[in-house]
């Protein structure tokens, strides 16, 4: 399912380190936009790990095939 980051916006509340806020907000960051785009990068991240657990049988099936047999257009290789 493809996620729209550009959707309405839901307030929620988070807990942050009083110091680590009081330098933030010192510095004039976003917080909603970093933590937005901290959130978008972790989501991708965790996605990537899950799609390569769930599928590392077939990624390794697909190794061995490729050690034992080679590739499939390696004659039509150029380089």
Known sequence: MAMNYQAPKKATNLSVSEPLL???????????????????????????????????????EANSYVTEHGLFAAKHRVF
């Open 22 to 60: 009081q330098e933030a907000k010192a510095l004039k960051i976003n917080l909603s936009a970093t933590f937005e785009a901290a959130l978008v990068e972790e989501v991708r991240k965790q996605k990537q790990q899950r799609w390569q657990q769930e599928n590392k049988q077939a990624i390794q």
